[in-house]
């Protein structure tokens, strides 16, 4: 069975994913169709013209009034596009939840919200072919609308929703290698987190507030768990740019500028001297979430 | 009292009773007095298996330099962008970290695909990944190789040396046809591990990963042709210097999209009740990651390779065996075990 997120192939062919890809952010999650066409902010890209086509490849509109790049939609190409139906977990947390776990593949790993399923695609990519990840929602429509992301990504042969509310009901009684938690009161789950959790397996919750922060490692301290570590990770974005040294100019601005003008002015040939420096990004995530994380004692070590 | 043999606990109280102000301190003060005198008198140690999470923790605090500062908020972020999964089959690393990466892409590999670890210097120090207790199946995936024999093998060559099959029902020695049985399955395996190494440098390397000490554009520019179109990299540098020239050529070259330079700010918390705050001591950094995505450039081929004229990997010296045989161990370090060894 193809896995459409997780086997990227060299050629389009009908049927299959393609990202539309315009710049960060801006991106376009299609599958072919014979006759259909996309538009978009920059142009309309016939599905047929695409068919055979390597991924990685420039694709110019239909009227030559723009383009983008059609790749193979990777986890993380997929969390860009998607629908929002929640505040969703970014790459930088993603990628500390992931290896802060010690998720590999083969692994069975517990999430509870789905919410809109970035993370839940983020883990059953990395514990794919072997393992398994079940996820709980406690919002019904939410967990039927992951349900079908899943199927179509062809993600659902490694993942399993469970529209339940986890607070009050626990989880599945099989026992896990991970747990993730993001929940507005987590500390109401770590005792069905910890009833599940294999020893010296870990945990981790995510959450917005310190006072929830608070009160989950409370929770961590009763329930048998030790390791306890509260965390906090932001990425911090640079722009990099080719300043005339003199005037400090963005020389690629002030190219553009000139051309409006109807002066030309090279930017591989500039006749002063630049400088490429990095400018730290204006205006940043600042926060997202506080991340704890626990491991699970041995049954003796209490 | 130590040298005599009285227990942690002994001492402890020892010294509360001994101490002038502990009476007098606040609840708080004495849980935190407690606390720093657990910590010299009090040791307890914990047997935890070893990960990419915990190896990159131990060595950043007590070794960073070995590791070329490589926090595991930045190895976290490279594995994430450059999507390492079991179902892949090939990625690129060039490491300087002492074998950490390399273990840490392999860890999340599942025994599938290949590793392929170009080869900076002749004997690549790739140690740390015998840490990982990775097992046969995973640590397989690890293949060596140098720069001229991916050149050769894209020109048309194969590198894999025909194994002559011994027929080992002629062998009476219980003993050693067993020895020789196991040394053929591993021949076998590593057969099949340097054909699926061939075939991924025609077919396009899926991903590429570059943690190295110095510039890093000869070895984007060297490696370029063979990472296919949309497939994502990314480079780790403790400085931004080459990062910048790095993304300078790939923009001027067309060659990819998707570019980010970033850094990782890291935080840890204290959590207890009434008294949660930021750890007054922090990581100042650890280093910058450059991602994207390569795309098939408008300008050709060639356009990078064209666009960073002169700038060439060092020459590697002739090494003495040719590491592409399959008869002997080319794993890390012929002089070390492997960690798969020591599980038989």
């Keep these: ?3 459409a997120l997780l086997l990227p192939k060299k050629f ?3 049927g299959d994913p393609v990202v539309l890809y315009s710049g960060r952010g801006n991106i376009q999650l299609i599958r072919i169709e014979p006759g259909k066409t996309t538009n978009g902010k920059h142009g309309n890209y016939p599905h047929d013209a695409l068919v055979g086509v390597e991924y990685g490849s420039k694709i110019v509109s239909k009227h030559g009034s723009g383009y983008v790049h059609a790749l193979y939609p990777s986890p993380e190409l997929w969390s860009q596009g998607l629908d929002h139906r929640t505040e969703i977990l970014y790459a930088s947390d993603i990628s500390i939840i992931t290896m802060y776990l010690e998720l590999k593949p083969g692994m069975v790993v517990v999430e509870s919200g789905t919410g809109s399923g970035s993370l839940s695609t983020a883990i059953a990519r990395t514990i794919a072919p072997t393992g398994h990840l079940y996820t709980y929602e406690f919002h019904g429509p939410r967990a039927e609308a992951a349900r079908e992301d899943f199927k179509a990504n062809q993600l659902d042969k490694f993942v399993t929703v469970t529209h339940r509310d986890v607070c009050a009901e626990g989880f599945h009684p099989i026992p896990v290698d991970a747990v993730f938690l993001d929940l507005p009161s987590p500390w109401t789950a770590v005792p069905h987190a910890a009833k599940v959790l294999r020893p010296n397996k870990r945990v981790c919750s995510f959450s917005p507030c310190i006072e929830q922060v608070q009160r989950t490692c409370l929770a961590l301290v009763e329930n048998g768990f030790h390791e306890i570590r509260t965390i906090e990770c932001l990425t911090r974005p640079f722009d990099i740019r080719e300043i005339d040294a003199e005037s400090g100019h963005d020389i690629r601005k002030l190219a553009k500028k000139r051309a409006r003008e109807g002066v030309e002015l090279s930017v591989t040939n500039y006749p002063r001297k630049t400088h490429c420096v990095t400018v730290p990004r204006a205006s940043i995530k ?13 049954p003796e070590s209490k | 009292m130590r040298q005599n043999g009285s227990t942690g606990a002994e001492i402890i109280q020892a010294l509360i009773e001994s101490s002038d102000t502990y009476e007098s301190k606040t609840e708080y003060s004495k849980e935190k007095w407690l606390k720093k005198k ?13 990960s990419g999470y915990t190896l990159c923790n131990c060595y950043f605090k007590k070794h960073h330099k070995k590791i070329n500062g490589l926090r595991p908020d930045s190895l976290a972020n490279m ?11 090939s990625v690129f690393v060039i490491e300087e970290t002492g074998g950490l990466l390399v273990g840490a892409v392999a860890e999340r590999m599942g025994g599938n695909g290949v590793l392929i670890n170009m080869c900076v210097k002749e004997n690549p120090n790739i140690a740390l990944a015998n840490f990982f207790n990775l097992g046969e199946d995973n640590f397989s995936v690890i293949c060596n190789l140098q720069y001229k024999e991916l050149l050769s093998i894209s020109k048309g060559e194969s590198l894999i040396q025909p194994v002559e099959n011994i027929d080992l029902t002629t062998i009476s020695d219980e003993k050693r046809r067993q020895i020789l049985t196991l040394r053929e399955q591993r021949t076998k395996k590593r057969i099949k591990k340097r054909e699926e190494l061939e075939a991924a440098v025609h077919d396009g390397v899926q991903a590429l990963i570059i943690a190295i000490t110095g510039d890093a554009l000869p070895y984007v520019k060297a490696l370029w042709p063979f990472l296919r179109p949309g497939m994502p990299f990314a480079i780790y540098s403790e400085y931004t210097q080459t990062l910048i020239e790095c993304h300078e050529a790939l923009k001027r070259s067309e060659g990819a999209i998707d570019l980010d330079l970033s850094e990782s ?7 207890l009740p009434n008294r949660t705050h930021p750890l007054n001591g922090m990581s100042g950094g650890s280093g910058y990651v450059l991602t994207g995505l390569k795309v098939k450039s408008e300008l050709g081929e060639g356009a990078l390779e064209a ?10 010296p002739q090494p003495s065996t040719s590491t592409a045989t399959t008869t002997e161990e080319s794993g890390p370090n012929k002089k070390q075990k492997t960690g798969h060894e020591d599980q038989q």
Excluded at chain 2, 38 to 50: A, G, S
Excluded at chain 2, 265 to 271: A, D, G, K, S, T
Aim: cysteine-free.
């Design chain 2, 307 to 316: 666009l960073v004229k002169g700038t060439a990997i060092p020459a590697t």
């Design chain 2, 79 to 89: 594995l994430l962008k450059t999507n390492i999964n079991a179902m892949n089959k």
């Design chain 1, 286 to 298: 600042g926060h997202s979430g506080f991340l704890t994380f626990a491991r699970k004692m041995l």
């Design chain 2, 265 to 271: 700010w890291f935080r840890e918390y204290q959590v």
């Design chain 1, 12 to 14: 389009i062919e009908v």
């Design chain 2, 38 to 50: 657990q910590e010299k008198y009090y040791t307890v140690v914990e047997v935890t298996k070893p």
């Design chain 1, 1 to 3: 069975t193809k896995m």
